[in-house]
């Protein structure tokens, strides 16, 4: 069971405005059945095991049970810091990370798995020159991987709506220099307009029509730009990364007819419920009706890719 499948299982219901006492004790007795423990503080779960610590915000409780599960995963992602005997890495506030190739990226919560950037290029890498959209730029690590296959003759053009997401992602690019990137404050969806929107801060980040529970953030009404309006304001990519937690769906049926007259490569996360199952199925099918060849691959979460046929 992939980490996007298990954030999905966790998150029903926030325990923040539920009975505090009752989710500690479930929070806690989630985390010893995987072997860690979990305490509390004003601001923040600390998910422990032996004498490693990682620390989520308590808004973000829902996730606890995910974080210690792949404990192992969550904790390796960046480098920790040593705090009163222990090894913590802090996810409870927004700071700057070292990663383990000592890059510095500033992270508002926890991060993915470090291998999902790998993943996304199974099919095809971007190459110096071309065009990339990176659709749910979360924080910026798949954008400076994109800016720099690419380089300065190529371009990344990255959509993130959460507004903690977009500020970090931000400062992120500007952190790295990175001057061939454009970012746009949007989501991408079936029509252009406007949409409710759970920002967190998170990975999990997404629109309330698509949420399927309590939003563990706030509720904020961001653009919506349709692919199609994408590709005509931005041009159309060589390579498009997808990440829309579901709104795949609705973005890819309405612009069919511009898939289908242009030659993109595609890797979408398709890890998201809609209507009771996962978007891998009917995301290669969307490809098949435009001409495309497209399969589904699980390693680090499940990504589905798409080529010209």
């Known amino acids: 069971m992939k980490i996007r499948q298990l954030l999905k299982i966790a998150a029903g219901s926030n325990p923040i405005t539920r009975n505090a006492n009752r989710w500690k004790w479930v929070i806690a007795l989630d985390a010893r059945v995987h072997g ?4 509390f503080t004003r601001d923040s779960v600390r998910i422990q095991k032996g004498a490693q610590v990682v620390a989520i915000n308590r808004r973000h409780a829902i996730y606890a049970g995910t974080i210690a599960k792949s404990f192992d995963v969550f ?23 070292t990663l383990p190739d000592g890059l510095q ?18 099919w095809r890498t971007p190459q110096p020159g071309e065009r ?16 720099k296959l690419v380089g300065p003759g190529g371009s990344v053009t990255c959509f993130e709506p959460d507004p903690i997401n977009l500020e970090i992602l931000k400062k992120n690019i500007e952190r790295h220099d990175l ?15 406007s949409a409710e929107f759970s920002s967190e801060g998170t990975i999990g980040s997404q629109m309330i ?26 041009g159309v990519p060589d390579f498009c990364k997808m990440d829309i937690e579901g709104a795949e769906i609705e973005a890819l049926e309405s612009a069919i007819e511009s898939i289908s ?16 199952e996962f978007t891998d199925k009917r995301v290669e099918d969307i490809f098949r009706r435009a001409g495309y060849e497209s399969g589904t691959e699980d390693k680090y979460d499940l990504i589905t890719y798409a080529r010209p046929a």
Not at 261 to 276: P, Q, Y
């Open 36 to 39: 860690a423990d979990a305490t």
């Open 75 to 97: 904790f390796s992602a960046v480098k920790p810091v040593e705090e009163n005997g222990v090894s913590l890495v802090d996810y409870s506030t927004p700071r700057v990370h």
């Open 105 to 122: 990226f500033e992270f508002a919560s926890f991060p993915e798995h470090p291998g999902i950037i790998d993943e996304y290029l199974q």
């Open 132 to 147: 990339v959209f990176d659709l749910g730029a979360n924080w910026g690590l798949s954008v400076y991987r994109f800016s």
């Open 179 to 193: 001057q061939n990137v454009t970012v746009v404050a949007a989501a991408i969806g079936g029509a252009d307009g």
């Open 209 to 234: 029509s698509l949420l399927g529970r309590e939003s563990a953030g706030t509720v904020v009404k961001v653009p919506v730009m349709s692919l199609k309006t994408a590709f005509e304001k931005f």
């Open 261 to 276: 007259a242009n030659k993109i490569h595609f890797a979408l996360e398709t890890r998201h419920m809609v209507d009771g």
